[in-house]
Antibody, heavy 118, light 110 residues
Framework: EVQLVESGGGLVQPGGSLRLSCAASGFTFSSYALSWVRQAPGKGLEWVSAISSSGFSTYYADSVKGRFTISRDNPKNTLYLQMNSLRVEETALYYC???????????WGQGTLVTVSS | QSALTQPASVSGSPGQSITISCTGTSSDVGGYNYVSWYQQHPGKAPKLMIFEVSNRPSGVSNRFSGSKSGNTASLTISGLQAEDEADYYC??????????FGGGTKLTVL
């Protein structure tokens, strides 16, 4: 059974940093691209970042480019998102998702909540 | 880049068919056949319903179908059921190597 379990969310002040993790199991981790997608409370989905199966290629939404870094550790079956210079409007539930960089994500985690507030 | 345009809400009675549109530009929806549709029930993670414009993942009911014409993609749900009541989001790959979502459509089954 495919499982994606996010962790690392919490309360952080504006301008602060946070590192999210996504532990994967039930599939050949190193064969699939992965993405982070966020959803602000009561709002729609917003794609944040994606990484190729090898980790060689990374992609970012303009809104996070230069502040967020996506990475993966294939031997540990774990995806990461380092978030720096966080803004209040980035308060959201952050999901990791398995699939393709073109946007077809067939499995999603349950999300980890990031709250940016002073 | 702006989000893809979806109607905020649609509704239909059980057994009827409804269609949700998703309008973009030639740089996203019109430029690639990488349009996906997701269903999200309250408090749950999104579920992939359609990928590559018109393909259904294994396990998704054939009551769900997708199509595209120019810069507009569409999701049609036939034989509406109460369990179809949810939020629906389209997404598209773009020429900037990013993915755009639509703003979401709330489907109400009357």
């Amino acid at each position: 059974e495919v499982q994606l379990v996010e962790s690392g969310g919490g309360l952080v002040q504006p301008g602060g940093s946070l590192r999210l993790s996504c532990a994967a199991s039930g599939f050949t981790f190193s064969s699939y691209a992965l993405s982070w997608v966020r959803q602000a409370p009561g709002k729609g989905l917003e794609w944040v970042s994606a990484i190729s199966s090898s980790g060689f290629s990374t992609y970012y939404a303009d809104s996070v480019k230069g502040r967020f870094t996506i990475s993966r550790d294939n031997p540990k079956n774990t995806l990461y998102l380092q978030m720096n210079s966080l803004r209040v409007e980035e308060t959201a539930l952050y999901y990791c998702a398995k699939g393709r960089v073109t946007g077809e994500w067939d499995y999603w985690g349950q999300g980890t909540l990031v709250t940016v507030s002073s | 880049q702006s989000a893809l345009t979806q109607p905020a809400s649609v509704s239909g009675s059980p057994g009827q068919s409804i269609t949700i549109s998703c309008t973009g530009t030639s740089s996203d929806v019109g430029g690639y056949n990488y349009v996906s549709w997701y269903q999200q029930h309250p408090g749950k993670a999104p579920k992939l319903m359609i990928f590559e414009v018109s393909n259904r993942p294994s396990g998704v009911s054939n009551r769900f179908s997708g199509s595209k014409s120019g810069n507009t993609a569409s999701l049609t749900i036939s034989g509406l059921q109460a369990e179809d009541e949810a939020d629906y989001y389209c997404s598209s790959y773009t020429t900037s190597y990013t993915v755009l979502f639509g703003g979401g459509t709330k489907l109400t089954v009357l």
